[in-house]
């Protein structure tokens, strides 16, 4: 299980996330994560071949075909596809391979790890983001993580 120091600095050293899976309607838990993640200064690519274009950014068909540098690679796909999309990881040199909420797969997190790719899973990148950098308890939420640093308060 990945701690919560190595998820804090994941995610504030990492800002490019290609997101495999991204469905552009709006209810599918993949916008949803997106969107929020987009919102709070990543940059999101979406990796969908059935799409040209989803939340303002072009749409790639797959890892390879992206021309920049991808620090995450997000995972919304069945745990039985995440090795193939660990070795497209490491070919496109990504930094971290994520695996979303019930995707686990033990043979990928062994070979990302043994390309020295850091591998998150069974968690969700919004809500491991909202729950370490203040977006939960926002809402009442307890995230059990205690801190110093006060919520911006958001008011109209």
């Known amino acids: 299980m990945t701690s919560i120091p190595t998820l804090r600095k994941i995610l504030k050293q990492n800002k490019t996330i290609a997101v495999v899976g991204l469905s552009a309607k709006w209810h599918r838990p993949s916008f949803f994560a997106a969107k929020y993640m987009q919102e709070h200064g990543y940059q999101v690519i979406p990796v969908n071949p059935n799409y040209e274009e989803i939340l303002g950014e072009k749409c790639y068909p797959d890892l390879k075909s992206i021309p920049q540098e991808v620090d995450i690679v997000d995972l919304f796909q069945r745990s039985e ?28 997190k062994q ?12 968690r969700c990148v919004k809500i491991e983001h909202a729950r370490l950098f203040g977006g939960l308890n926002f809402i009442g939420v307890d995230t059990k993580v205690i801190t110093s640093i006060r919520n911006k308060v958001i008011s109209n």
Do not use: S
Request: proline share 0%.
């Open 111 to 122: 070979v990302a790890e043994e390309h020295n790719i850091q591998v998150v899973m069974d």
């Open 81 to 108: 596809t995440a090795v193939d999309y660990a070795h497209q990881a490491i070919a496109i040199n990504a930094k971290v391979l994520w695996l979303q909420l019930g995707v686990v797969n033990e043979e990928a």
